[in-house]
């Protein structure tokens, strides 16, 4: 039986996300692979919100946010989505080291440098400082610059 640790715990199915537009001549941007798999709760401590999960013949451990451990009891069987993002995704670890709740928005303390986001992560508390995070990064073809020409 494998371990995997997982980053989302949810109970609706995500739509999958098709190739978006990127750069030149109908350059894509690979999707991402979702997945929901039906599991049972065989553990949850909704002080640290870890909660693990049989399910598809493997078990799943992972920390959630409080408020998230808070609702599921032991025995519940819940839907999980599993996003499975390559590694050959451009992507950046930092680490929060502050909120802002009144902004939604959070600081991350990045290798080069720092930056402010805004992310509904923030409102609902499953960013804290001091937590590790990974920053999936896409390239958007949103359209010519002002001043610019190709």
Not at 9 to 28: C, E, F, K, M, S
Not at 84 to 89: L, P, Y
Not at 115 to 143: F, H, M, N, R, Y
């Amino acid at each position: 039986m494998g371990v995997l640790a997982v980053a989302g715990l949810a109970l609706l199915v995500l739509a999958g996300a098709g190739p978006r537009r990127q750069g030149g001549a109908g350059a894509t941007v690979p999707t991402e692979a979702r997945s929901l798999m039906r599991a049972r709760v065989t553990s949850v401590d909704a002080t640290t919100g870890r909660i693990a999960l049989a399910g598809d013949g493997t078990t799943l451990d992972a920390v959630f946010a409080p408020s998230v451990a808070a609702g599921v009891r032991l025995g519940d069987v819940v839907f999980v989505t599993l996003n499975v993002i390559g590694s050959r995704r451009a992507a950046v670890t930092g680490s929060v080291t502050s909120i802002d709740a009144e902004r939604n928005t959070a600081t991350l303390a990045l290798p080069q440098g720092r930056v402010t986001v805004q992310s509904a992560s923030v409102k609902e508390g499953d960013l804290q400082p001091g937590d590790t995070v990974v920053i999936k990064l896409d390239l958007v073809d949103i359209g010519q610059p002002l001043g610019q020409s190709r």
